[in-house]
């Protein structure tokens, strides 16, 4: 099974008023054409066969600059319409009937909206044996029947009333046929396709329709689309920011002073650890490598390996920033906070800061160091240790997903 694709695009869609666009179809929706990202959703289906898509003879420099972006892995045609979309149809199909299709979608070219979740209800509708399949949805809204005088005569009962869409799909010699005995016969009132397949005798299964799959007919109708779209898009092009968080806690033990933010404070206490211990810049190479799902600090420095005893965090904090730098990552703000009764770090301060902003690369803005105490609460409080938290900021390339 070949499944085939007519895409109808011939019309002039006077309803949807002038445009320099040109007609409904090449009006741009989200900053692309209609016509363009309707044949984008077939193109990218792998299940996919050879398409037609019919356009007017005024249209051919519209229909390529729409398409010249599309790489299809697929073998895309065009024709000539006629003058009513029936006619068009069947251009379509005499076009397709020599490839190697067994079945076909006939689809508007104003409805952009489609899905592969509809195209594979289809397929799987094909596979059942049926031969003709007409994607609809069940008619929500009351209805009424009016008179010539306008007033409301009758409310007609919704059950087993569906709103048809397409693609309208069908074994394609079938609908060949029908369509080649409607035109024999100068029958042009069908509205779509499943009506000419009813009137020919061949069986069309309903399937279920998409509420996204409108069909943009009127000025207000493109309007809409491209409001949704472009607030869409709007969203999904956001900056990728990721904010990732560390925690660390060394044991103060008796010492000559200890190592925050890579500034050696004198005190009466040291903070034991298998580096320098320094809470801070480890707090915030865990924040770091959190940004890219890189681990943490001990993965890749880990306690056991004697190379790293001693040794100065500033080590552990540039690694980190290589990583973030090697995935795209923009380092935009660090903010660290440190939990301890003594020392005092508010003298310390600024050369923390400035300490941060050359190992990151940033700005002195961009780096804050705060202390508080533990009010003499908890292991902090009664000196038995030193905790820092620290937040970053990284901006990574391409938006976020």
């Given at each position: ?28 929706i989200?900053g692309?054409?209609?016509i ?27 229909f390529?600059?729409?398409s ?42 104003a409805?952009?909206f ?37 007033l ?5 009962p ?23 005995k ?34 943009l007919?009127?000025?207000r ?11 869409t ?74 190379q ?33 009764e ?8 600024q050369?923390m800061?400035?300490?941060?902003a ?6 002195l ?7 508080t ?9 009664r ?19």
């Amino acid at each position: 099974m070949t499944i085939g694709v007519v895409i109808v695009a011939a019309g002039r869609g006077e309803r949807a008023g002038a445009s320099t666009e040109g007609p409904k179809q090449y009006r741009l929706i989200g900053g692309r054409p209609v016509i363009t990202r309707t044949l984008e959703t077939f193109l990218t289906w792998p299940k996919c066969g050879p398409v037609v898509v019919v356009i007017h003879p005024e249209d051919e420099m519209r229909f390529a600059a729409a398409s010249q972006d599309l790489h299809a892995g697929v073998q895309v045609m065009t024709t000539f319409g006629g003058k009513t979309r029936q006619k068009s149809v069947l251009e379509g199909l005499k076009m397709l009937v020599p490839t190697e299709a067994t079945h076909v979608m006939i689809h508007d070219a104003a409805r952009p909206f489609l899905d592969h979740d509809l195209l594979e209800r289809i397929a799987q509708g094909f596979a059942q044996g049926h031969e003709g399949l007409l994607p609809a949805l069940p008619v929500t809204d009351t209805l009424k029947r009016a008179g010539a005088d306008g007033l409301a005569h009758e409310t007609v009962p919704r059950a087993s009333l569906y709103a048809a869409q397409t693609p309208q799909s069908f074994l394609l010699t079938a609908i060949r046929t029908a369509h080649e005995k409607a035109a024999a016969l100068r029958r042009d009132d069908f509205t779509d396709d499943a009506s000419i397949a009813e009137w020919a005798g061949l069986p069309v299964h309903v399937i279920e329709g998409s509420a996204d799959n409108i069909k943009l007919t009127v000025s207000r109708d493109i309007a809409m689309a491209d409001a949704k779209l472009s607030q869409t898009e709007a969203a999904t092009n956001l900056p990728d920011v990721r904010t990732g968080n560390g925690y660390d806690v060394h044991q103060l033990v008796t010492g000559d002073g200890v190592t925050l933010c890579g500034v050696f404070i004198p005190h009466d206490q040291k903070l034991s650890g298998h580096s320098d211990a320094d809470v801070a810049l480890h707090a915030l190479t865990d924040a770091l490598l959190a940004t890219c799902g890189a681990g943490d600090i001990g993965d890749h420095f880990p306690p056991s390996d004697m190379q790293w005893r001693g040794a100065p965090s500033k080590i552990f904090l540039d690694h980190a920033v290589k990583i973030v730098r090697e995935r795209g990552g923009t380092v935009m703000n660090a903010d660290i906070s440190l939990i301890a009764e003594a020392p005092k770090i508010s003298p310390h301060r600024q050369t923390m800061r400035e300490n941060l902003a050359a190992i990151l690369g940033i700005s002195l803005d961009r780096c804050s160091v705060k202390a508080t105490t533990n009010e003499t609460i908890g292991f902090i409080g009664r000196r038995e240790g030193i905790a820092a938290i620290a937040t970053a900021t990284v901006v990574f390339s391409g938006t976020a997903a």
